[in-house]
């Protein structure tokens, strides 16, 4: 049976997190580990790209006990959408699940949130496992955090549903695409910045070919990665208060996703900007002393691209800003950092923000 690399105290449950190569072949049997009687169906929540790579994989460890169904959406954020959510739920519909079956989310964040939103709302909520096969879903498979997004801003529907297990099969990651290894990088620089300075020293050292880390080097650095998580979600699940940490970078990311266009730039190229913005927003309104050129000249080697895109203009992007969850009473707030490892969360002026922002795009 596979080792559980750490264990989430949510306020419904406790639940595992795995986190090996090959776990997918296991999969059946960690469920049945998980000490709950069989479930009547399994649903495979899957996209385009990773159901014909794994999905077959995962299905063959379940030996005909259950009903077993695959459901695959397009790849890619434009899935995070009331259409998807409604065919997902028809599809479960139609497949007859009830409240004794299970929703296996594999893939990366967008399967892992759509489908643990579908999870969180069928007959108003039945078990689901996420099996992360994205660098950046080492961050959303953990937490509870489920929805999809709006025109109007990211994530604005959804639920917090924790899962019943994590099933993190770091093999599935060498398919991924460069790019997608920057964005997943992004979070785990997240969590360097906000709690664990010292994974920041890890990517420099150990990071040095995007795509080609070695697995032990990737299981410990994502099991360091998620430590900072959970330590988070563990003291405030629902984000009454220092959950909010955790949106370091998002404030300006998720406004840029949405105004730019849902998939334009990956979440994780958002949040590359986003935290580089706070970063400076930090110098201004706290009179931090961050090294932001130092925060640049690394994100340069690993191949990001800071630049606010030119298509989005600082009102609107301001506009977006306001509606984003942490916002109260029309004033954005910011998480912000007084030093490394050292966040806190403050009401901006949208003048002070349209100003840096005006700077940053040399308007
Ligand atoms: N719930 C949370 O706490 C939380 C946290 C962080 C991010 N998110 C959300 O996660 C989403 C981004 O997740 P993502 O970056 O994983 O995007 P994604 O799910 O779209 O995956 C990125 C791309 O990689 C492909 N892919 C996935 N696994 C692959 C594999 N093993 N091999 C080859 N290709 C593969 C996908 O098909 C997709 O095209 C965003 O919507 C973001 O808002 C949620
Ligand atoms: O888990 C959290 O809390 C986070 O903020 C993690 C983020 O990386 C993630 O993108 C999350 O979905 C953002 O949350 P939101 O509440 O701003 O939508
Ligand atoms: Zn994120």
New binding site residues.
Partial sequence: MAERALEIRSESHTYPIYIAAGLRHQTADILKGLGKSTFSAVLIVT????GP??AEEVAASFADEQPLYICTLA???Q??SMETYYELMTFALNCHLDRNSVIVAL???????AA?FAAATYMRGIDYVQM??????H?????????I?HPLG??LIGAFHPPAAVIYDTE??????EK?WR??LA?VIKHGWIQDPELLKVIKDQWLDLSAVPVDVLNDTIRQSIQVKAEIVQLDEREAGIRAF?NFGHTLG?AI?AEAGY?TL???EAVAIGMDFAMKLSGKVLGSSLDSEAYNEEMIRLGYDLTIPASCEPETLLAHMKRDKKAAEQKVRFVLLQEAGVPLVRPVEDDTILDLLKEEMTI
């Fill in positions: 996209d385009e790209t990773v790579l794994y790849a890619g954020e899935s995070k893939g990366g964040g967008v399967v892992g949130d643990g992360p096969t994205t660098l950046l879903a961050d959303s498979s953990v937490g509870g955090k489920t929805g997004n990211k994530n599935t990651l060498y398919t991924l695409p997608e964005s997943g979070e955790l998720h996703e998939g990956t979440h994780g």
